[in-house]
């Protein structure tokens, strides 16, 4: 992840960004007031969309790689090892949303 200043993330540090920003979108998207019309609109209309905005698991990997897309210094289309990555974030996001998903349901949480 590189930013304006020059200023690049590289190794725990892009990781701990990476999921947290997964997770936030992930929360955001599936689990938030904000959003509950949208996934209403999209089980009615088209339900495989609706379950894929409900589901931690399945919106953390789109999340995932939607953002590391997002941060990767160069967009490389014919570069296997770019796609590796990209996909390996993505299951590392999916993962991750999940856990933290369900630490708060056993704490309790409530939708935000």
Not at 29 to 49: E, N, Y
């Amino acid at each position: 992840m590189v930013f304006a200043s020059g200023y690049a993330l590289q190794g725990r540090m892009y990781f701990l960004i990476l999921i947290l920003a997964a997770w936030g979108l992930t929360n955001i998207v599936s689990g938030s007031l904000l959003f509950r019309p949208a996934r209403a609109w999209f089980d009615a209309k088209v339900p495989f969309i609706g379950r894929l905005l409900r589901c931690y698991m399945c919106f953390g990997f789109w999340a995932g790689i939607l953002i590391s897309l997002m941060t990767r210094n160069q967009f490389r289309v014919l570069d296997f090892e770019f796609w590796r990555l990209i996909l390996l974030d993505g299951w590392i996001c999916s993962g991750t949303t999940w856990i933290i998903y369900v630490i708060l349901v056993r704490l309790g949480s409530e939708e935000l």
